[in-house]
């Protein structure tokens, strides 16, 4: 692969931010707090959120055409936050610019656009980085710890609910919500997705599903279960993990008790003699770690800075963000053939020398 730029200086890197929709704000915001990066401007297309944004920010350099902030030198980075159908094109042009890519979730829509920036950032030397904030997410990398260390034992499969009413997307559920989801599931398992079956509704407009039931296998044997929907009366985001030792319950709207873990679950034991198998069931402690406060954008915005200084992959990396733009073609396919299950096949990337 080839070598991607390394600072020489320590500098803030002038980032410019692409987009003033639903999470620009959070975007700019975070650009301009974190110390490693300087801001450079808000690139916008649409005139009232341009006047939000200089509202807010009055005298911050606003762009209206991302031509300018390609052909700006001084500007080092962009962080793309514009709807999933355009990532491909505007990611590739930043790219091709010679500009280090921060890119909201997906990566693509498609396995063929997210192998295609994954090339393009090679034959380029620069860093490219999908936007998965759970990854960062101090009660996520708690489980992620606990999973690592051998608590849980053996983890024989996740459940996953996220769901709330609204907000509608014209890329669907699927491409809405489950690439958190599936970013969580690849980081705490650790193993690549080979298997997609999924099931859904559509209601309002014909193949945009807004719900879907999604059931994924790993090269590992664990299984997890992914629900997601627009259309649930309350706001859920839940996930379980069932061990052979130890049971985790992650529930991102219980600031206080995200993480639960729970000493409970049932044993067979072989008969001595000839004899029934015997079922016990135990029923332990359960235990509320301790989480250090974070707000996950900033150390995500952090390490992107921290790999394009020192050439070393970030967290959320790009190979991260390929495997979970795979995983929801896979479901989508699925969804077409009324729940067929779909295989994942992983061709190599063309990467420069």
């Known amino acids: ?20 929709g639903y999470w620009g704000p959070n975007l700019v915001r975070n650009v301009m707090e974190r110390p ?11 005139p009232a959120r341009a006047a939000a944004y200089s509202a807010r920010y009055a005298g911050q350099p606003v ?3 991302l031509s300018l902030v390609l052909a700006d030198d001084t500007i080092d980075a962009v ?10 094109a505007i990611v590739r042009a930043c790219l091709e610019a010679g500009k280090h890519v921060l890119v909201e979730k997906p990566l693509a829509t498609t396995t063929a656009d997210a192998v295609d920036l994954l090339e393009t950032a090679s034959r380029n030397g620069r860093t490219l980085m999908p936007g998965h904030t759970f990854v960062y997410s101090p009660p996520v990398n708690k489980i992620k710890e606990i999973i690592a260390g051998g608590t849980l034992g053996e983890v024989y499969f996740v459940t996953s609910s996220r769901m709330n009413l609204g907000k509608y997307q014209a890329d669907g559920v699927i491409c809405d919500l489950a690439p958190h989801d599936l970013s969580i599931l690849l980081y705490w398992l650790d193993s690549p997705i080979v298997e997609v079956a999924a099931t859904g509704r559509s209601i309002f407009q014909a193949g945009i599903p807004e719900t879907a039931f999604i059931t994924l296998t790993f090269a590992n044997g664990a299984n997890a279960n992914i629900q997601v929907s627009w259309l649930a009366p309350r706001k859920v985001r839940e996930m379980t993990v069932v061990g052979s030792q130890r049971m985790i319950q992650y529930d991102d709207n219980a600031a206080d008790e995200a993480v639960r873990i729970f000493d409970r679950g049932m044993e067979f034991s072989v008969p001595q003699t000839f004899g029934e198998y015997q079922l016990t069931y135990r029923s332990g402690d359960m235990i509320v770690p301790r989480l250090e406060p974070a707000e996950p954008l900033s150390l995500e915005l952090a390490d992107f800075a921290q790999a394009i200084r020192t ?22 396919e699925s969804l077409r053939r009324n729940g067929e299950p779909i295989a994942i096949e992983r061709a190599p990337l063309r990467v420069a020398a």
């Open 311 to 332: 050439g070393t992959e970030p967290r959320s990396s790009a190979q991260l963000g390929l495997e979970i733009v795979m995983a929801m073609e896979a479901a989508e």
């Open 1 to 20: 692969m080839a070598r991607r730029f390394v600072s020489i200086n320590n500098a803030p890197l002038r980032t410019a931010v692409v987009g003033y």
């Open 63 to 65: 762009f209206n055409d």
């Open 79 to 88: 962080v793309v936050a514009t709807p999933p159908r355009t990532h491909h």
């Open 36 to 46: 490693e990066l300087e801001f450079a401007g808000l690139c916008e297309r649409d």
